[in-house]
């Protein structure tokens, strides 16, 4: 569905097409209430048409509004109106992380920033009990007043299952690719958005598992290796190549591609990109936290309830980090 400007949906008065995604089109539009501009997310027809799917969504959307941080993007109202859904957002001015990185690595001290802010961000979701579960470059907006989370929890993609075509049983999770072994081998040019969600998906909601606060932790050590180096964690010409990579290989450290990275990234990253979320091995947020690089018994978080410490305790060391290049390069 498109809609034209001037187009009202509630108090809100649609002015421009901002961006479409797995979850629909995005409108910027005006407030006319307080004549302020907002960002408004309309769900395709297929998701408005279910009442107790409208019901749950609005649920989430009633947890989510409940989010406050200066990193992520707020959660103003939700709407039906003659059977469209929408999100209203804040709008926010920038470019994504995904068109930035198209123009090569960031600074590290720049990656570093953002990533603080991210991981900020995720420590408080988690707190609340919160989960991103797609946290991933296009999901996060760069502006003046720094990096926003955008799509929290709502535009959540479920796990697909390899090797088994994923069950279309929750339309809400639009962005949930049906994920055959067939498909898995489909060259990259027939993507879609499914591979833009599928290079960040933790080996578990590979595997099928529900996402939790670890997967998120997983995606934040891609985006933060993807900031930091230019390159994709997992890459491949298949999506069936990026899930191996993603189920089977480390990504070279950062410390290899990027002269100025401290060493400490590196093993913040491998933390995160740990296989196996609940391994063997001490807690990353604890004061046993192994000090040399990783592997695959390296935990993401010794259970849900604290990933939120984990992520607070990496948004410490990527302030350290920082630090660390700023003293170097001065
Ligand atoms: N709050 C916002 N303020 C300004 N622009 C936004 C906002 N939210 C989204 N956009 C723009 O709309 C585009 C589409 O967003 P959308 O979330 O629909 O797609 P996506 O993130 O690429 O995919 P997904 O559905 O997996 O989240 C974004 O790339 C961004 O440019
Ligand atoms: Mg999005």
């Known amino acids: 569905m ?7 949906l509630g108090p809100y008065e649609i002015q421009a097409l901002l961006g479409a995604g797995g979850m629909g089109e995005v409108y910027r539009a005006n407030d006319k209430r307080l004549d302020r501009m907002v960002a408004i997310k309309v769900l395709p027809s297929h998701l408005s048409s279910d009442r107790d799917r409208i019901q749950r969504f609005e649920r989430e959307a009633r947890t989510i ?4 941080h200066p990193h992520i993007c707020a959660l103003y109202d939700v709407g039906t109106q003659s059977s469209v859904t929408f999100l209203v957002m804040e709008f926010l001015q920038g470019e994504t992380l995904a068109d930035r990185l198209q123009r090569g690595a960031l600074p590290i001290r ?3 920033k953002i990533g603080k802010e991210i ?3 995720l420590s408080k979701a988690h707190c609340l009990g919160i989960v991103h579960r797609d946290l991933k470059p296009g999901n996060i907006m760069l502006t003046k007043s720094g990096a926003k989370l955008m799509d929290f929890g709502l535009a959540k993609p479920a796990a697909p299952v390899l090797g088994v075509a994923a069950s ?22 027939q993507k879609g958005e499914i591979l833009g969600t599928f290079r960040y998906m933790s080996p578990e909601q590979l595997q099928g ?3 939790d606060g670890r997967s998120d932790i997983f995606a934040f050590g891609a985006v933060l290796y993807e900031m930091a180096t230019g390159k994709r964690a997992f890459e491949g010409k298949s999506q069936l ?3 191996s990579a993603i189920l089977e290989k480390e990504p070279q450290p950062v410390s290899s591609l990027q002269k100025a990275s401290p060493p400490a990234l590196d093993h913040l990253i491998a933390t995160c990109l740990a296989k196996n979320p609940d391994g063997a091995g001490a807690c990353p947020c604890g004061p046993e936290s192994p000090s040399r690089s990783p592997g695959r018994n390296v935990r993401r978080g010794a259970c849900l309830r604290c990933s939120a410490r984990v992520l607070a305790a990496m948004a410490a060391v990527c302030v350290t980090c920082e630090d660390r290049v700023l003293h170097l390069s001065s």
């Open 2 to 8: 498109s809609l034209s400007p001037g187009t009202k």
């Open 65 to 68: 509004s409940s989010l406050n």
């Open 110 to 112: 720049e990656a570093l």
């Open 119 to 121: 991981a900020d961000a």
């Open 168 to 189: 279309a049983a929750d339309p809400l999770t639009p962005s949930k690719p049906t994920v055959t072994l067939a498909s898995l081998a489909s060259p990259q040019t």
């Open 209 to 211: 598992r529900d996402a």
């Open 241 to 243: 190549s990026v899930a």
